[in-house]
T-cell receptor
Framework: GIQVEQSPPDLILQEGANSTLRCNFS?????LQWFHQNPWGQLINLFY???GTKQNGRLSATTVATERYSLLYISSSQTTDSGVYFC???????????FGQGTELSVKP | NAGVMQNPRHLVRRRGQEARLRCSPMKGHSHVYWYRQLPEEGLKFMVYLQKENIIDESGMPKERFSAEFPKEGPSILRIQQVVRGDSAAYFC?????????????FGQGTRLTVV
């Protein structure tokens, strides 16, 4: 099945810094989503982005489907950005989303 | 337009008891997916159900775990004779189509603690 790898596994930032999170996948995808799991465990939808670029406030994401990766950019980070960021993909075989292991982000004041 | 609703949010069971987790999909969605998140890990697929049918249960443990999605009512994930290793967060998602090719939304999860 399709493999999803996220990097880095952990990231510590000072408030106000920018960061880039990466998601590599091993096969063509029909769906790619980024989620933020906050410290209370809730999964928040950030982007539905099987290809192209989207922006939402301080966050933006780019998926280059032909090169099998997606990037999540966080600018001017805030302490509320802390948590785990997951990338999840749906391969061409269909069915269900496959999650990466996540990037744990900690933003210090 | 309510999202995916899961209950209970927190569930504590003693070893050997049964746990029942409920998931009501978004309105108009007839496909439900269950995922498990063990502590410090990512989400792992368990089972995919359509109304009255199990489509893919490749991620379900072979024993003690079962799932259903009846014609009426929520989807149920049932864990019999729980053990400490079943302690985890269980998430449910729903979709209107046969696969998660459109944006998927997850419920808030049920956190099961086995004592």
């Amino acid at each position: 099945g399709i493999q999803v790898e996220q990097s880095p596994p952990d990231l510590i930032l000072q408030e106000g810094a920018n960061s880039t999170l990466r998601c590599n996948f091993s096969d063509s995808v029909n769906n790619l989503q980024w989620f933020h799991q906050n410290p209370w465990g809730q999964l928040i939808n950030l982007f539905y982005i099987p290809s192209g670029t989207k922006q939402n406030g301080r966050l933006s994401a780019t998926t280059v489907a032909t090169e099998r990766y997606s990037l999540l950019y966080i600018s001017s980070s805030q302490t509320t950005d802390s948590g785990v960021y997951f990338c999840a993909v749906l391969g061409n075989q269909g069915g269900k989303l496959i999650f990466g292991q996540g990037t744990e982000l900690s933003v210090k004041p | 337009n309510a999202g995916v609703m899961q209950n209970p949010r927190h569930l504590v069971r003693r070893r050997g008891q049964e746990a029942r987790l409920r998931c009501s999909p978004m309105k108009g969605h007839s496909h439900v997916y269950w995922y498990r998140q063990l502590p410090e890990e990512g989400l792992k697929f368990m089972v995919y159900l359509q109304k009255e049918n199990i489509i893919d249960e490749s991620g379900m443990p072979k024993e003690r775990f079962s799932a259903e999605f009846p014609k009426e009512g929520p989807s149920i994930l049932r864990i019999q004779q729980v053990v400490r290793g079943d302690s985890a967060a269980y998430f449910c998602a729903s979709s209107p189509t046969v696969e998660m090719s459109t944006e998927a939304f997850f419920g808030q999860g049920t956190r099961l603690t086995v004592v």
